[in-house]
């Protein structure tokens, strides 16, 4: 089972930029996709961004395209979120999540099995 540990959220002003981590333990990390989700206090956790299991392709939400890019290394066994141009409805919590495909087929929570406990970005305007 892979666990996973998200870090490097925090306060920002609007405008700024954030780098999500999450950190995986477990062989298996390399050969599956990747996801962020958010959660914004009294709403549904969202789909943010996915990313195949060897980096080739990615996908995101209508809403943050050209603002936020997802990259991994699976010799870190770490995948990022790197989040510019942050705005004050981007205030939520993120998650990254392992998904059951190697490849991108779904941006659905169902299809991702493992997750982290979140960390928190705020955005201040």
């Known amino acids: 089972q892979v666990q996973l540990a998200e870090s490097g959220g925090g306060l920002v002003q609007a405008g700024g930029s954030l780098r999500l981590s999450c950190a995986a333990s477990?062989?298996?990390?390399?050969?599956?996709?990747m996801g962020w989700f958010r959660q914004a206090p009294g709403k549904e956790r969202e789909f943010v961004a996915a990313?195949?299991?060897?980096?080739?392709?990615?996908v995101y939400a209508n809403f943050v395209k050209a603002r936020f890019t997802i990259s991994r290394d699976n010799a870190k066994n770490t995948v990022w979120l790197q989040m510019n141009s942050l705005k004050p409805e981007d205030t939520a919590v993120y998650y990254c999540a392992l998904d059951q495909w190697s490849t991108i087929r779904s941006m659905d929570l169902a299809d991702f099995g493992s997750w982290g406990q979140g960390t928190q970005v705020t955005v201040s305007s």
């Open positions: 990313i195949s299991w060897n980096g080739g392709s990615t």
């Open positions: 477990g062989r298996t990390f390399s050969s599956y996709a």
